[in-house]
């Protein structure tokens, strides 16, 4: 008896992912630690200062966390309502922070009650931080105003009612430690002088604005909201240099790597997109779990924090170094240690015991064995094939289709399975490597199931969105046949022209030499 030859598999080529230095440096992180926080984690700040402890805002608490830890070192719960953007100074010895209730709290890091409360907006105070002389403090509420706080006498400076929606997000410059810009609902981005009773420059961003950042050179503003990410030249007058549309949902927040080339960005996507400063194109990415509300870079660029809206902190370390110890090498055995009798040839008397060697065989090939046509169909459209090794179930198919026992194996199946059918089909038919046997599929499953169409409206979907891609193939097929039209025109023409330029320089060439010799 014959033994039974196992499915061919037909090997493609598969496209090598390029690797760039960029994606060995951020994929150079270990695997994150999470943390259950309270609720939505709508800030992370980083203290300037080592160790470089984080504060977390959820909920109405502040967090703070050493870099390593899991448990938080300190905790500020002296709120009534939701907490909103606990930031450090500059020193990192003092913490600010709003609240829903409207007042500012002003924070030491080494006690818990407040060193001073600010009251003054009337409603939620979203973002609220430290002007670069450490002594002021500005803030942006749902009241439309944004504030100026002097911290020593806790009293109001100044405040501005020029946004016309909700204050969401603002930054101090680092250059100029009288200026600071809000972000607002109103789809404006405003630079506020504290030397004036106004403000300086008006951006309009087209949209909610979510985040805003200031670049340590103080010259770039970049501005978050809705699916963009922009950037804007302050020195011109607030000139759009860039808009950048990578994410799919709403970008909720920024941020920048310490040598501020790279830009880091995070949105209800579930994605954080990693920008080259320089070309502003996505060099990589990281996906998460849930969306994202909150994100922070570590000053030294070896921790990212990532808070998400079901209240999960996402904590990534940068993996150490590997040291190389120089070690003392042991002496090794003799190269002729490992060649020995691996040139013998047996001769004629010697009697030769070879191993058996027991071959395997996967699922649908013992059932392709036992002649089960159906369930080895079945086998091979379950999801880890299906999904990750198309190339097995269509070999199958194409083993069927050999044997002559397709036909039947599709046969007689459910509303479930002849959905799961003819979305594989519709999904992979376009792919050149499977469009050859899954036609011949695609025409035997309407063939069968024809009579039936309209009895269910799941399958009666699918059957016309495997018409529709078979339609788009058909129109893209057709487009590079005309454009291969045009291009065999040109190259015709191209190769005329250069055929008769060279034949008019031959006879040039040979008349100029028939009249030098009649000359002579």
Known sequence: MATYKPVVVQAFPKLGE???????????????????????????????VPPYNYAVTASSRIHIYGRYSQEPIKTFSRFKDAAYCATHRDDGNLLVAGSEEGSIRLFDISGRAPLRQFDGHTKAVHVVGFLSDKYRIFSGGDDYSSNL???????????????????????????????FITGSYDHTVKLFDARTKSSVMTIEHGQPVENVLL?????????????YVKVWDVLKGG?????????????????????????????????????????????????????????????????????????VLNIKHRKPEERKEKSRKKRQPAYRTYVKGRTYMPRQEDFCV????????????????????????????????????????????QELHRRGTLRSALAGRDEKQVNLLLTFVARRVIEPRFTPVLV??????????????????????QFLKLQEAIGKEIDYQEELLEVLGMMDTLFATFTK????????????????????????
């Open 239 to 311: 000139q759009l240099l860039v808009s950048l549309k990578n994410h799919h949902k709403t970008v909720t927040c920024l941020c920048l790597n310490s040598s501020g080339q790279r830009l880091l960005s995070g949105s209800l996507d579930r994605h954080v997109k990693i920008y080259s400063t320089t070309s502003y194109k996505v060099v990589h990415s990281f996906n998460y779990a849930t969306s994202i509300l909150s994100l922070a870079l570590s000053p030294e660029d070896e921790t990212i924090v990532v808070g998400m809206t079901n209240g």
């Open 440 to 461: 011949t599929v695609a025409d035997i499953i309407t063939d069968i199931y024809q009579p039936v169409v309209g009895q269910s409206a799941i399958v009666d979907r």
């Open 149 to 179: 706080w002097d911290i020593p006498s806790a009293t109001e400076i100044v405040s501005y009612s020029e946004h016309t929606d909700y204050v969401r997000c603002g930054c101090a410059s680092k250059v100029n430690a009288d200026v």
């Open 497 to 520: 022209k250069r055929a008769t330029y060279l034949e008019e320089n031959k006879s040039n060439g040979l008349t100029e030499t028939t009249e030098t010799n009649m000359n002579n």
């Open 215 to 227: 670049f340590p050179s103080g010259g770039l503003l970049v501005s978050a909201g809705g699916r």
């Open 354 to 397: 070879s191993k058996p060697v027991k071959r395997v065989l996967r699922k649908y090939d013992k059932l392709l064995k036992s002649f089960q046509s159906s369930k080895a169909l079945d086998a091979v459209l379950e999801p880890p094939i299906r999904l990750y090794t198309p190339e097995v179930t269509v070999a199958v198919m």
């Open 18 to 48: 390029r690797i760039t230095q960029d994606t060995v440096y951020w994929r150079g992180y270990k695997t994150p630690v999470q943390i259950k926080e309270f609720g939505a984690v709508n800030k992370i700040d980083f203290s300037p």
